[in-house]
């Protein structure tokens, strides 16, 4: 048998000669969301300014990396960003970095095709096991497919990640690592869920009165969908599934509460499917080691004809704003970048073509602006430069604290009035006129 140890101690490096292998030019994967690598990253903060033109891919930051911390990082990498969090937004805003579009499911393609090329890998792993491997731990995500193009792998052991057990491309063997690096054994990054409001609860109860025993559900990012988790916890319904790209504490609150059993499910019976988890240090310590989770690559969770074959598939996710033609925009402020696309549509057709599938879109129905003017989340058309996340023939239930409404198989005018329906009462009158005016309002209609 082959001698793992020896041939670990081998490839173990410290983090200063792993980011030597960077040079001016290279394209580099710094890992993603909690796994994204914190030593090498101190040690190439301290060699990039003797760099230029490094392209650095990554996501979902829960922490600044300390090469954004040096003199003027604009002159010596560009930040690509696949999915922004509130800390790449605001390097984004500060003209650090850039959004990089993508559907989620497709993300390993474009490392396998060549379109998104690697030439050193570095991200966060757990320790090796006795049979040689290093498991991906929360976010197996695309790891597998980066590792598979990239010239060097180095790869960042962290003795505090839980290991997330899955069926395929949820691990690295030794023998394909170029270099191991030990860290300090951060503890993992925490995801600080906000605190979902009155109107948050207000949503999801309109959502879980949909609901019903059996049912797969996915959960996205934000209160709305976690207030739903905590709902259901409290609820009545019971041997419900999941298959989610993120695993979030909402699910943690279900399975606790003793809702999730899988038995359902026509695949992956039994078990909760996801790509990739952040939140508590209850969240990590629940999937560390726990034969029910499936950690899988985002190629699989996504894809709409896995989703598609799991009956009664409910999606659940947020938006920023949407117009009167039913488009939803769940990634911009006008042009100015909030998060990203995700795996939002993936799951907006994948749900809709499950047997007995149900797919929402929720959002409050107001904002208030920075000098405390109220303004409607349901808009006449998008803000120009805002992006369409979701084409409105493919959104199906939209929630506001005012109600929901089913979009699919209406027409213009018909999803102007059920949307007008479920705006703030201060705005349904202006959002009329506004039908009307566009040509998408039945004459003597009145809401």
């Known amino acids: 048998m082959t001698d793992f140890k ?86 984004i805003d500060k003209g650090l970095g850039f959004y990089a579009p993508i559907r989620y499911s497709e993300v390993p393609r474009y490392y396998r095709d060549g379109a998104a090329k690697v030439d050193v890998a570095i991200m966060q792993v757990t320790p090796m096991d006795e049979a040689g491997y290093f498991n991906f731990s929360v976010s197996p995500s695309h790891s597998a497919a980066v590792c598979d193009v990239a010239k060097h792998i180095i790869v960042e052991v962290n003795d505090k990640l839980p290991v997330c057990l899955g069926g395929f491309e949820h691990h690295i063997h030794v023998s394909k690592v170029d270099m191991i690096v030990e860290g300090d054994n951060p503890e993992p990054a925490i995801l600080s869920g906000a605190k979902p409001s009155e109107v948050d609860m207000k949503v999801a109860e309109l959502i879980v009165e949909e609901l019903h025993d059996g049912c797969c559900i996915q959960l996205g990012i934000g209160a709305m969908p976690s207030a739903v988790g905590a709902l259901i916890a409290k609820s009545d319904l019971k041997d419900l599934s999941v298959h989610s790209e993120m695993y979030v504490d909402g699910f943690l609150e279900m399975a606790k509460a003793g809702k999730i059993t899988g038995k359902n499910k026509a695949i992956n019976r039994g078990r909760q499917t996801f790509t990739f988890a952040a939140g508590s240090k209850e969240l990590y310590e629940y999937l560390d080691n726990n034969p029910e989770i499936m950690a899988a690559p985002v190629d699989y969770v996504n894809d709409i004809r896995v989703v598609s074959q799991i009956d009664n598939f409910v999606s659940i996710n947020n938006a920023v704003d949407i117009d009167l033609f039913g488009q939803v ?53 998008l803000a120009d430069g805002s992006i369409v996340t979701d084409t409105r023939s493919n959104v199906q239930y939209v929630v506001t604290e005012f109600g929901k409404v089913n979009l699919k198989g209406l027409s213009s005018w018909e999803r102007a009035k059920a949307l007008i329906s479920i705006a703030h009462p201060d705005f349904r009158e202006e959002l009329m006129e506004a039908a009307k005016k566009m040509g998408i309002w039945k004459e003597g209609e009145t809401i």
């Open 329 to 381: 925009n769940a990634e911009s402020v006008g042009p100015r970048h909030i998060s990203g696309a995700g795996g939002q549509l993936d799951f907006v057709l994948g749900a809709y073509l499950s047997k007995g599938g149900k797919t929402f879109i929720c959002l409050s129905s107001t904002y208030k602006t920075k000098d405390g003017k109220l303004k409607s989340r349901i808009r006449p058309t």
């Open 6 to 91: 020896r041939m670990y101690k081998e490839k173990l490096v410290t983090p200063e000669v792993a980011a030597e292998v960077i040079k001016s030019g290279d394209n580099v994967d710094y890992g993603w969301c909690v796994s994204t690598n914190v030593a090498v990253d101190k040690a190439l903060a301290k060699r990039m300014p003797s760099l230029t033109d490094v392209n650095i891919r990554g996501g979902i930051l829960l922490w600044v990396p300390e090469i954004f911390k040096i003199d003027h990082p604009e002159k010596h990498f560009v930040w690509n960003s696949w999915h922004s969090s509130g800390i790449e937004r605001k390097m």
